[in-house]
């Protein structure tokens, strides 16, 4: 079973399909770690953000491992990720990871879920089932602003809208695989939904599906 998850930051795509994953014993990737991972590496080793070649170059060392560092998830990270994820050259390293992570079976899981920005419309166009997690901007703001401070984090509400709008804009606007919705995807808006009435509602989804 292959389930592709996609949406923009903070609309709880990463929550469901940790939920899904649990529930029906899927690997799951998370897809945006990738390009996070390879944001931190460009930073750590001061790449210029046009020197294109190198960058490329250390999108194909990417492993699993690398995906583990702790500090993936700052805005600063978030932000350098959404801009070196516009690079082909980049997408089409980072491809070859994810078609493999989800084409290869996963030893002792009944399958794969990835949640990111171009799953079910590009890296596994042929998933069993695809969902598209959305929310009101505002609503991912405070959500994003209040796990920020879980972590201890400061941030301030303006600046993190503005994040939130430059990062959404480049994801959908980039020449290749920007952000949109798969012809065939599930769309859930969980503006007003709890994190387990979203889960409730995916899995009601794919039990219709399964019963198929
Ligand atoms: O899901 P996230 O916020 O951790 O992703 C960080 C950035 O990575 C996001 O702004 C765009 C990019 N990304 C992408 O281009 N394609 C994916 N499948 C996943 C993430």
Redo the contacts with the bound molecule.
């Keep these: 079973m292959i389930i592709a998850i996609d949406g923009p930051?903070g609309a709880g795509?990463?929550t469901v399909a940790r939920g899904i994953a649990l529930h029906y014993n899927l690997a799951h990737l998370?897809?945006?770690?990738?390009?996070?991972a390879l944001a931190s590496k460009v930073l750590e080793n001061n790449v210029d953000l046009d020197d294109i070649d190198k960058i490329a170059a250390l999108a194909s060392t990417i492993s699993l491992d690398d995906l583990k560092n702790k500090h993936l998830r700052s805005e600063e990270i978030?932000n350098l990720?959404?801009k070196v994820?516009a690079l082909p050259e980049v997408?089409q390293a980072l491809l070859d990871f994810q078609h493999k992570f989800a084409n290869t079976p996963q030893p002792g899981f009944n399958g794969v879920v990835l949640?990111?920005?171009?799953?079910g419309t590009l890296?596994c166009p042929q998933a069993d089932i695809k969902f598209y997690i959305t929310a009101e901007l505002e609503v991912r703001a405070q959500r994003r602003l209040k796990e920020l401070q879980e972590r201890g984090i400061k941030s301030i509400h303006t600046a993190i809208i503005q994040n939130m709008m430059d990062?959404d804009l480049?994801?959908k606007s980039r020449q290749q695989?920007p952000?949109q919705v798969a012809k065939d995807a599930y769309v859930i808006d969980s503006s007003h939904l709890s994190p387990d009435d979203v889960l409730k509602q995916s899995i009601t989804v794919i039990e219709r599906h399964l019963k198929k």
């Design positions: 930051a795509k990463g998370e897809t945006g770690l990738l390009y996070r978030g990720a959404s994820a997408r949640d990111g920005r171009d799953i890296v990062r480049r994801d695989a952000l």
